[in-house]
């Protein structure tokens, strides 16, 4: 199955001068197989080393920083010589914080061998006061496989819709049809590569639940295997409260909600670490929606999303065959589902951080993005009545040049209002920036 990422990778084995490349994301989102695509594809050879899974390669690097030694000693491991026609993969390199260290010189002193890392919680080891080569590193964040990313191993001809040039002309029925169909299965399955293979490739349903139970029981044992804080149940307790958490009309991050009496700085630390390992997605509200949004940011108040639809959707205990009951899956959480699906969306067309507003407990703006100097209002509509009065009272206060909402409805443009359809939110930004920049027609209809 092929991922959008790829062009990336290309993109840094043909810089000049290539830094060594750190790609961060959760568990089980691909990071090891793309590592090793690039080696097969695209190099003479490749050498994989993992330090979960073998821990005595941390000694080459605690012993010496010299590259060129760590290389000798990593060629006497492999088999196989190391030098500009090899990748050299670092695996789950979060777990030895010395060869993360290492990059430095590597970038200083051996910038011809390229080097490209992973880790699965990186984000909470950079934030740990390790030392970190600042500077010296590039990133790629994965995230699940998109939505466009499982019809790319599913449909030439949908593909071939999904990442045509943009144009605002309404969708065909039949493509229409055939996408929404598909869709309303992803929402079910999710993007975790290993759950979309048994769909896809295998069109097991059964199995693809059973894989999907087990990597979620895999993070959850992992809320131990790295421990932040001394109480790791807290961990267990905020993930486990997600869907009561999106599953109310208001889906502001309750303590309470977790357990009576709960409080912020019993969590806090709990939520920072899920948010770090990229399991969770921190949507942060803003006092008002004015440039730069981190000025206006009040981290108190936030929702919470899952990482992944597909896990929210297991976790929640919510059956695959809903999907065949005409709208319910859109409904079902009082439209949880279809959020979570478009924070995962929008979180995935990096460098978009979204945040959310409200105003006075009359309306709500689901996201807010800054875009290109702009601010884009975004509402997400689940049932069949896409009147948005939150839309409304944001445009009258604001006027922005425009605003988005996501529907069961075709695409369409008018007076400043974008109508995109639910599978379409992978666009998101490429739509957004074609209007602002007026690279597409702005049709009337």
């Known amino acids: ?7 990336s990778l290309i993109r840094w084995k043909n810089t000049n001068p290539r830094l060594p490349l750190i790609i961060q994301g959760a568990r089980q989102v691909g990071k ?3 590592m090793k695509w690039l080696g097969v594809h695209h190099f003479e050879r490749f050498a994989y080393f993992n330090f979960d899974e073998r821990p005595e390669l941390k000694e080459l690097f605690e012993l010496n920083k010299d590259p060129h030694r760590v290389l000798r000693a990593l060629s006497m491991v492999s088999g196989m010589t190391l030098d500009r026609n090899s990748l050299v993969i670092l695996d789950e390199i979060q777990e ?9 010189y590597f970038s200083e002193n051996c910038p011809e061998v390229p080097v490209v890392c992973a880790g699965s919680y990186l984000g909470i080891l950079l934030k740990s006061g390790h030392s970190f080569p600042v500077g010296k590193v590039v990133f790629l964040d994965l995230y699940p496989m998109t939505f466009t990313e499982v019809i790319m191993a599913r449909s030439d001809a949908l593909t071939s819709f999904l990442l045509s040039p943009l144009n605002l002309e309404p969708v065909s029925e039949f493509l229409y049809n055939d996408l929404n169909s598909l869709f309303k299965e992803y929402l079910i399955h999710g993007g975790l590569p290993a759950v979309v293979k ?10 693809s639940e059973y894989t999907l139970q087990n990597l979620i029981s895999s ?31 208001n889906k502001k991050f309750v303590y309470k909600v977790i357990r009576p009496g709960a409080r912020a700085r019993e969590y806090e630390n709990a939520i920072m670490w899920l948010v770090r390992s990229g399991l969770l997605y921190r949507l942060t509200h803003i006092s008002k929606p004015a440039i730069p949004l981190s000025a206006y940011s009040e981290p108190e108040t936030f929702k919470l999303y899952a990482f992944d639809v597909g896990v929210l959707r297991k976790i929640s205990r919510l059956s695959p065959e ?29 460098p978009v951080e979204p945040h959310y507003w409200t105003s006075e407990n009359k309306a709500e703006v689901d996201f807010v993005l800054e875009v290109e100097g702009h601010l884009v209002p975004i509402e997400v509509k689940s049932d069949m009545n896409v009147r948005s009065k939150s839309l409304s009272v944001y445009h009258q206060r604001f006027q922005p040049k425009l605003r988005i909402r996501y529907s069961n409805q075709n695409l369409q443009y008018r007076e400043g209002l ?11 930004l490429d739509l957004v920036k074609g209007i602002i920049n007026e690279t597409v027609p702005l049709r009337s209809g």
């Open 1 to 7: 199955m092929e991922r959008l990422a790829q062009n």
């Open 32 to 34: 090891t197989y793309l």
């Open 96 to 104: 030895c914080p010395q060869a993360l260290n290492t990059l430095k």
């Open 198 to 207: 048994q769909v896809i490739l295998n069109n097991d349903w059964e199995n």
């Open 219 to 249: 993070y959850k044992g992992d809320f131990g295997k790295h421990p932040i804080m001394s109480d790791v149940a807290r961990i267990t307790h905020v993930f486990d409260s997600l869907p009561a958490q999106l599953g109310r009309e």
């Open 322 to 350: 809903v999907y065949l009951q005409g709208h319910r899956l859109f409904t079902e959480f009082k439209g949880a589902i279809l959020e979570n699906y478009i924070m995962q969306s929008l979180m995935a067309q990096s």
């Open 418 to 428: 974008l109508n995109i359809p639910h599978f379409m939110a992978d666009r998101t």
